[in-house]
């Protein structure tokens, strides 16, 4: 029994075992074609001799322009001598008394400045400036610690330079001690330009545009504490200025609640869209409002929402 039923699984026809040995070889070869990849593709083969010529050839250049950073003459900024070309090829010159306001080039020069640094000397007192005291040449742009202190004791500075320099020192002093005088003004917070509010203290250019877009959109105030809801406005700015606000016109724009559609509501400061929304609604829904007070019937709307909008608000 067993014998018929492998039998009957085993035995293969001769097309069969032709399928099976094909499919053997075609498994065997998919399995030995990677092996003979190299045979048949030609690899591009590295030149290692050339790859290190090359990296000699970089390794030179990098030590040429290190050798040309070290033997530079100059700073980082090229502007003036380094310290050590400075010191190697310093000039020695002789001394003498000077006024640095009126000696010429060729005085610099005896004493041992350099060019670069005479027309940085020139260059100043052509554009007005002045040496009020002999400390002010450690002011130069060049001149050295050294050549500072081997110069100060001959500078001598004219009379005329001296009490200038006296005469603004002493009017300095005096704008030190002038106290700054201001004159107490009211704003009409209504009627009032941005010039009107920058006078204000602590009111800039900024502030004044936003108090009067924010009084735009309202339609005007109707109390001085509103002015404090301002965006950005600080409150301690706004204690400052509070007493300086007045309202002389309190008449304010108002809008029709019974007419308004929710673009025209929301608008308003004071009236979010959820509150326009509900207006519409309510008024669709019930008819049209007989007072302003009927707002209250709406549960969105609490009193302080209410105390807020109705100034701006009226039926008709």
Do not use: C
């Not at 390794?59 to 290190?66: C, E, L, M, P, V």
């Not at 330079?161 to 704008?175: L, Q, V, Y």
């Amino acid at each position: 029994m067993l014998k018929d039923f492998l039998s009957g699984y085993l035995n293969f026809t001769q097309k069969e075992r032709w399928g099976i040995i094909i499919l053997l070889f075609l498994i065997t070869l998919t399995l030995l074609i990677p092996f003979f990849f190299s045979y048949f593709i030609s690899q591009k083969k590295n030149d290692h001799q050339q790859f290190e010529k090359e990296i000699a050839a970089l390794k030179i250049k990098q030590q040429d322009s290190a050798d040309r950073f070290v033997k530079r003459d100059f700073d980082e900024n090229n502007y003036q001598p380094s310290e050590k070309n400075y010191y190697n090829n310093r000039i020695k010159g002789e001394l003498f008394y000077f006024d640095p306001n009126t000696l010429s080039a060729d005085g610099w020069k005896r004493l041992g400045i350099r060019e670069k640094t005479i027309h940085t000397i020139q260059n100043y007192l052509s554009k007005g400036g002045k040496f009020y005291k002999p400390e002010d040449i450690g002011k130069i742009w060049g001149l050295h610690e050294d050549e500072i202190s081997r110069l100060v004791p001959y500078v001598r500075i004219g009379q005329k330079a001296a009490d200038n320099f006296a005469d603004s020192k002493n009017t300095e002093g005096n704008k030190a001690f002038d106290k700054p005088k201001y004159t107490v003004t009211t704003v009409d917070i209504n009627s009032a330009d941005t010039s009107a509010f920058i006078t204000l203290p602590g009111i800039g250019s900024k502030l004044a545009n936003r108090i009067i877009t924010f009084r735009d959109k309202l339609g005007g105030f109707y109390k001085v504490e509103q002015v404090a809801e301002t965006y950005a406005l600080p409150d301690s700015t706004f204690q400052k200025i509070k007493d300086k606000l007045v309202i002389n016109n309190p008449s304010v724009k108002k809008i029709n609640i019974n007419t308004a559609t929710i673009d025209e509501l929301k608008a308003h400061p004071y009236i979010r869209y959820n509150m326009a929304n509900a207006i519409v609604q309510y008024r669709s829904q019930h008819g049209d409002f007989i007072s302003v007070s009927d707002l209250k019937k709406i549960m969105m709307i609490t009193d302080e929402i209410y105390n807020k909008a109705e100034p701006y608000l009226f039926v008709r």
